[in-house]
């Protein structure tokens, strides 16, 4: 009998020193990081009541074990300081899930770690927000997670926001942007439009009808239907456009210049035939200012010296050539360098 109760002392023995050790490990959530000590002290209420149940069940509340901070802290869960960008908000919120899907955390447990990475702007949300919300429960009734993400998109991440994004996925095009470039900003939006694409075919039929009309109409006759097909092919028509836009600027480049030495032979050529011309205008030119006279039956230029009077050596009036001053100064300076040729000679 006195063994009998001896074991059962040692076994209550046990228990209680796993209770403090589990309170031990609830007690530091309070000391790690959360400046708010009211907040972690509720929480820590919550805890308790959660650990009463597994010692009684031997389970959380939605089947799974629960765990500790270390477990949580292990998978380095971001700190959440506030944000006005809500890509940002949404992306840490992801981010948090995923943790809680890793080491498989109870919903109970979800709102204790993911309060415990809130500081600054987040924390001081929280704490007002946590108030609001325990008025509305009963009493002793913990914040459930869903309570949490509501409150948390409610302030970081609005309707007004979604149905933005929404109407942006609806007006996306690729424009100037590359297929590659094109497919990230629709994926990043799709899931703002869920109800739109419902399925891979549907999803695939929307990014067709955005790409650029050249590589759309290389696309849209193969008739694809998978998603990923579509964009495959898409990348495929892109580069081979580039391709052909490569070769028709070298052939232009290369026309250009086989141009640029054409107009030079041009141009030479242009020149030598309007010098030839200009010569032969200018004779023609001179050819046609000295005119045949019906008078003398000579050619020459102005009137005719037959009916002026003027004499046919020098051009003046009051003598005839035969007594031209001109023309007898001419001959005697003929008959000097004559004679003068004949003395040296000599």
Known sequence: ???RNNTHGTNLSNDQNADAEDNITLHEIAQQGNPMMNIVTRLLQQQNRLLEEMNRGGNAGNGGTLVTLEQFKKLGPPVFKGTTDPLTAEAWLKHIEKVFTA???????KVIFASFVLQDEADHWWDATSRILRTTLRENNPITWEMFTNAFNEKYFPDRVRFKMERDFLSLRQGSKSVAEYEEQFTSLSRFAASLIPDDESKGRR?????HPDIQSKVEVLKLGRYADIVDRAMIAERSLE???KMRDAQNKQDQQSTSRDDGSIMHGTEEHNEVATKGNHENSSQKQNLLCTRCGKLHSGECFWKTGACFQCGQAGHKIKNCPNKLTSSTETLKEGSQNKRTRV
């Open 207 to 211: 990014f067709l009808d955005g790409l």
């Open 103 to 109: 080491i498989n955390c109870p919903n109970e447990q």
């Open 1 to 3: 009998m006195s063994r």
């Open 243 to 245: 391709e052909v836009k």
